[in-house]
């Protein structure tokens, strides 16, 4: 049980990732921006680390628009109404006296992981460049299994689990989430015979 909750907790449930950045003098990945200390690829790599909720089914532009000299945070992003930067003080790169750093990020909902490659569309135009998205809110999941003891009988497993996510949902809404997932794909199986579907089991709690 701990160890499918850890899996579903890593890889299903739902949350928000940016998908392609766009950022104004840059054509490529591999290229450097004039006046700001970071090349794009470290730029990519901060982004990536963004935190953030999103208020709506359809993908969202956000926007940063910064003039030199400046340290720029994940606070300078423009968003409106349907999207909250949670990890305002993540750093994305400093600019020069006189420079300029202009960029559009996209953000959709989705869920797990997804590889640069599938977010390209064959229409993007030149310069959007498609990143890794990590849709997953939850960081991190340790589980620990113990014997326990209930009045006389010392015959009982205790689950404990530690739930570390980005700020976009708290650890216990994850846990049920993730629990909520497990039970509608293992209702497949016990819908197979009306005899399983029917029977009543003892549940200890």
Request: proline share 3%.
């Amino acid at each position: 049980l701990g160890n499918s909750l850890r899996r579903i907790l890593l890889s299903s449930l739902p949350g928000a990732a940016i998908t392609n950045i766009q950022i104004d003098g840059v054509l490529h990945e591999f290229s450097t921006i004039k006046g700001v200390r970071e090349d794009v690829v470290q730029i990519i790599l901060n982004i990536k680390g963004l935190a953030l909720k999103l208020f709506a089914e359809e993908e969202k532009t956000l926007e940063i628009d910064i003039t030199g000299p400046a340290t720029v945070t994940a606070g300078d992003i423009i968003v409106d109404s349907d999207v909250e930067i949670l990890n305002k003080d993540m750093y994305i790169c400093t600019v020069a006296e006189g420079a300029t750093f202009h960029a559009r990020l996209t953000v959709k909902p989705g869920r797990g992981y997804v590889q640069a490659d599938e977010n390209k569309k064959e229409d993007m135009p030149i310069g959007v460049l498609p990143v890794d998205s990590i849709y997953t809110p939850v960081r991190k999941v340790n589980y620990q299994v113990e014997n326990t003891r209930v009045g006389r009988r010392d015959d009982f497993d205790k689950l404990t689990m530690e739930i570390w996510t980005d700020g976009s949902i708290i650890a216990q809404e994850a846990l049920s989430l993730a629990a909520k997932i497990l039970t509608e794909h293992l209702d497949i199986f016990v819908n197979l015979t009306d005899e399983a579907k029917n029977a009543e089991i003892m549940v200890e709690k």
